[in-house]
């Protein structure tokens, strides 16, 4: 509940931490300040994460919704399957990527929708390729919630990713996930 301060909690951690734990405290303390309302700090901070994961943000509108339609046909064309790994059979600097993109979707999710639903277009197939299921489980969530903005037509596709979703928390336990299935819910 105090964003701000676990931000710069963060950030002092990292100041202190390796290359990769020091990329991972940007990243949260980016999160925190994206969803607490300190958005061009977050921003900065953010850059520079998606700097070191290889990625960046759009920068423009136009260009983010360009990039947007592409990550949804790759979608369309990918499908929602996977091969279910456990995360210490993945890279961590693959998992890296998947939780950047999950902070930049919903830390940008109530300020730049096209920018959020960008990324987060990104994290579901980045979290589907890694095959770790809370990452599934936390990208399908959010997948039903913003395809469900979209009516009637796309409410069979919002409510088989909520049954993934909901399965595979259940599955594995996971709390937080299991949660954001009840909020998409």
């Known amino acids: 509940g105090r964003p701000g301060e676990a931000a710069a909690a963060f950030l002092r951690v990292a100041a202190e931490a390796e ?13 925190q300040m994206l969803i607490g309302g300190h958005i061009d ?5 953010i850059r520079t994460v998606l700097r070191d994961v290889g990625m960046r943000l759009p920068p423009s509108p136009r260009l983010a919704l360009a990039s947007l339609i592409a990550r949804r046909a790759r979608l369309r064309w990918r499908g929602l399957a996977f091969v279910a790994r456990r995360p210490e059979a993945v890279a961590a600097s693959e998992l890296l990527r ?6 930049v979707a919903a830390g940008l999710a109530l300020v730049d929708m096209i920018r959020s639903a960008d ?3 990104r994290h579901l197939v ?3 390729d890694s095959g770790v299921p809370d990452r599934i489980t936390r ?8 395809q469900s903005g979209s009516g009637g037509r796309r409410l069979p596709y919002v409510a088989d990713c909520l049954a ?3 399965a595979l928390a259940l599955q594995t336990a996971d709390a937080y996930g299991y949660a954001l299935c009840m909020l998409a819910r």
């Open 19 to 31: 290359t990769r734990r020091r990329v991972e405290l940007q990243r949260k303390a980016a999160e």
């Open 41 to 45: 700090r977050g921003l900065d901070v």
């Open 139 to 146: 990208a399908m969530a959010l997948e039903a919630m913003i």
């Open 126 to 128: 980045l979290a589907l």
């Open 119 to 121: 990324f987060h277009a």
């Open 98 to 103: 998947v939780d950047t993109c999950w902070s």
């Open 164 to 166: 993934r979703a909901e």
